[in-house]
């Protein structure tokens, strides 16, 4: 593998390719690290300390890469564009002319392309406007009385805020789409791997100085996680297609044997994203609608008890469901077996044993719907595995789990299409490649 990473960095082309996403990776940690205008740096570093993790956008600080937690200027990291692309993704399935502009291929990605920029605008403005709004009322960092926005009683500050904020999102789109057009790999992924990975150094410190042993144990459970993950993202089956020979003109086509690959994790990560999207959002509702009074009702009690708790089992069994149900939804409005055998009939395939139509829609449905049960299962337990690890340590009240969840879910992700690049890139050059 040193081998390959050296003749990588010796191709003129690759290299420049390397070290240009390296550069536009250092830009984008530059900017998650430099406060906002208007936010007293000092008071911000007192209450991110003091909260230790135990808030309610604990997902989004996560892919930011503390960003949020500093209120900076890239604060609310790649977050929206991701809500963003999910969203234009499940109009495809309901709204006809985005559905037709999907199958219009380069002309009409364009277009959704553009749609997912326009989308991830307006959302960055609502969420760093209610960003802004909740360090302003003190809800940002729970119990902590710093004043991190001195200026706050000046709608002038405020407003620079948000449009900073948002031309932050803006940046890191572009950013990203830099990378992916002139870099390596796919830039936001990328971008949102480098966040994660920023977190790690610091999250693994703080268990080391608590716990050497604890520590010991959390890096040996790491392995083993991402072992595991590794070799289920790479898992799929295979359904063997056959097409026809077929005289077109002068020349014969087809009669070539291939197959269909469904991955056992057909979702992804979204799923999880889901998940914890929407245990948020009930303590989001009890902040902003109980205001600054100290009084609060059973549903709030409960929500603060159970819900934003992470080690709570009624949080650790709620977040599992949701992930195995995300996961069918997700995948079945995602992979349609009536367009795939339509797609096999009109160009000769046919599964052998299976007649052409309807019959190899049900059975693609069947296969579907096999490996999507293990598929959720696997997902559901990785992303809970930290909350686990916190109950049986007792550890409740620190939600940092680096190694374990959606951080190795897209981390591994990320690092194998990653490392597949580079490898058919140098393989085009009769290089060895990474994973010879």
């Known amino acids: 593998m040193l081998g390959a990473f050296r003749s990588a960095l010796a191709t003129p082309d690759l290299r420049k390719k390397i070290l240009f996403t390296l550069g536009i990776i250092i830009v984008y940690r530059l900017g998650a690290t430099m406060p906002a205008p208007g936010v007293s740096f000092k008071n911000v570093r007192a209450c991110a300390e003091a909260l230790e993790g135990q808030n309610i956008y604990s997902l989004i600080n996560l892919f930011s890469g503390g960003a949020l937690l500093n209120l900076s200027v890239f604060a609310l990291g790649i977050m929206p564009y991701i809500t963003a692309s999910i969203i234009i993704q499940l109009l495809t399935v309901v709204i006809p002319r985005f559905e037709q502009l999907k199958k219009e291929g380069q002309a009409g990605q364009g277009k959704l392309t553009q749609y997912t920029r326009y989308l991830t605008i307006g959302l960055a403005i609502l969420q760093s406007t209610g960003l802004v709004a909740l360090a302003v009322r003190g809800q940002l960092f729970g119990e902590c009385d710093q004043d991190v926005i001195p200026g706050k009683d000046s709608i002038f500050t405020l407003i620079v805020l948000v449009i900073t904020m948002t031309a932050g999102t803006s940046v890191i789109m572009w950013l990203g789409e830099l990378i992916t057009e002139k870099g390596i790999g796919n830039g936001m ?175 693609l449905k069947f296969v579907l719907g096999r490996i999507t049960l293990p598929g959720s299962l696997y997902l559901g337990i990785v992303a809970i595995l930290p909350n686990l690890f916190l109950d049986l340590t007792g550890d409740g009240q620190n939600q940092n789990f680096p190694f374990g969840g959606t951080a190795v879910l897209i981390m591994v992700g990320v690092g194998l299409d990653t490392v597949k690049q580079i490898e058919s890139q140098l393989m085009q050059r009769n290089y060895e490649g990474f994973l010879r």
Do not use: C
């Not at 295979?238 to 086509?253: E, H, S, T, W």
């Not at 009690?301 to 819900?307: G, R």
């Open 189 to 363: 992924s990328l971008l949102i791997f480098t966040g994660i990975a920023a977190r790690i150094p610091a999250e693994g410190k703080n268990i080391l100085d608590k716990d050497k042993l604890t520590f010991a144990l959390v890096v040996v459970a790491a392995l083993i996680i991402i072992a595991s993950v590794i070799y289920v993202e790479q898992a799929q089956r295979r359904i063997p297609v056959q097409y026809a020979k077929r005289m077109i003109g002068r020349r014969m086509y087809g009669g070539t044997s291939t197959y269909l690959p469904l991955k056992v994790n057909q979702a992804g990560v979204i799923p999880v994203i889901f998940a914890s999207s929407l245990l948020y959002l009930p303590d989001l509702i009890v902040r902003l609608t109980q205001g600054s009074s100290t009084e609060t009702n059973w549903f709030s009690t409960f929500v603060q008890t159970y819900l934003v708790k992470q080690s709570s089992w009624v949080h650790i069994a709620a977040y599992f469901l949701l992930i195995v149900f995300f996961t069918y939804f997700y995948v079945g409005i995602t992979f349609n077996p009536d367009e795939r055998a339509d797609e096999m009939k009109k160009f000769g395939g046919f599964i052998p044993g299976i007649r052409p139509g309807r019959p190899t829609a049900e059975y």
